[in-house]
C-alpha cells in the first residue's frame, strides 16, 4: 500500500514569516494530493489540494508543489497568521485508497 | 446547509459494552467515510460508502466492528463489544463523487473506553 510521510511534526514560526511541510509518498499511481488543517475539537477540513497532471497550484497566501518524480508535494503559507496555528494533515490518493500523512503542528507567534 | 452532523460528541463507555455512533452526510453528498484517529495511528479510513452501498470496508480493525447506512440521510458505526484500545477520535465525512473529492468532516466523537 501507499506510504505517505510528513516533516517536520512541529513548526514554529513568527507571524509574517513563511511556513513549509513536506510529504512524500511511495506508489507513484498516487494521483490526488489534498491538505488539510485541523484546529482543535474540529474535524480537518480542505485547504488546497493538487491533482497528478499539475505541478502547483495556488491560493492567496497557501501553494501546494508537487513533483511527481521524486514523489514529494509541499505546502507553502506565505505571511504567516497566528489564525493559522493548527494541525496540517497532507493526503494520498490513488485506487480508491486514502492515506494521511501523521500530521504537523504549526504555531504562529504573534 | 449545517454540514456533517455526528452524535453523540463524546462517550464514555466500560469496557465491553456496545457503542453507536452516528452520522448524518451533507445532503446530496453521494460518498460517506468513516475514520478514526489516533495519536500512535494518526488519521485512518475505516470504511466507506457509495450511495448507501459499503465499496470498502478494509480499514475496519477487527469485527467487532461494523458500520451500516440504511437510507443517504443517516450512518453508524458499532463497536461491539468496545475495549480500551478503541479509544480515539471518530470522524464522518462525506463527498459529492469519492474519496478524490472534497471529503467534508464532522466535528468528531470523542469515544473514551474503560
Known amino acids: 500500500g501507499e506510504n505517505v510521510e510528513q516533516h517536520p511534526s512541529t513548526l514554529s514560526v513568527q507571524e509574517g514569516d513563511s511556513a513549509v511541510i513536506k510529504c512524500t509518498y511511495s506508489d507513484s499511481a498516487s494521483n490526488y494530493f489534498p491538505w488539510y488543517k485541523q484546529e482543535l475539537g474540529k474535524g480537518p477540513q480542505l485547504i488546497i489540494d493538487i491533482r497528478s497532471n499539475v505541478g502547483e497550484k495556488k491560493d492567496q497566501r497557501i501553494a501546494v508543489t508537487l513533483n511527481k518524480t521524486a514523489k514529494h508535494f509541499s505546502l507553502h503559507i506565505t505571511e504567516t497568521q497566528p489564525e493559522d496555528s493548527a494541525v496540517y494533515f497532507c493526503a494520498a490518493y490513488n485506487f480508491n485508497k486514502f492515506y494521511f500523512g501523521s500530521g504537523t503542528k504549526l504555531n504562529v507567534k504573534p | 446547509d449545517a454540514g456533517v452532523i455526528q452524535s453523540p460528541r463524546h462517550e464514555v463507555t466500560e469496557m465491553g459494552q456496545e457503542v453507536t455512533l452516528r452520522c448524518k452526510p451533507i445532503?446530496?453528498?453521494?460518498?460517506l467515510f468513516w475514520y478514526r484517529q489516533t495519536m500512535m495511528r494518526g488519521l485512518e479510513l475505516l470504511i466507506y460508502?457509495?450511495?448507501?452501498?459499503?465499496?470498502?470496508d478494509s480499514g475496519m480493525p477487527e469485527d467487532r466492528f461494523s458500520a451500516k447506512m440504511p437510507n443517504a440521510s443517516f450512518s453508524t458505526l458499532k463497536i461491539q463489544p468496545s475495549e480500551p484500545r478503541d479509544s480515539a477520535v471518530y470522524f464522518c465525512a462525506s463527498s459529492y463523487s469519492g474519496l478524490s473529492d472534497t471529503q467534508y468532516f464532522g466535528p468528531g466523537t470523542r469515544l473514551t473506553v474503560l
Open positions: 460508502f457509495n450511495n448507501n452501498v459499503p465499496i470498502d
Open positions: 445532503s446530496g453528498h453521494d460518498y
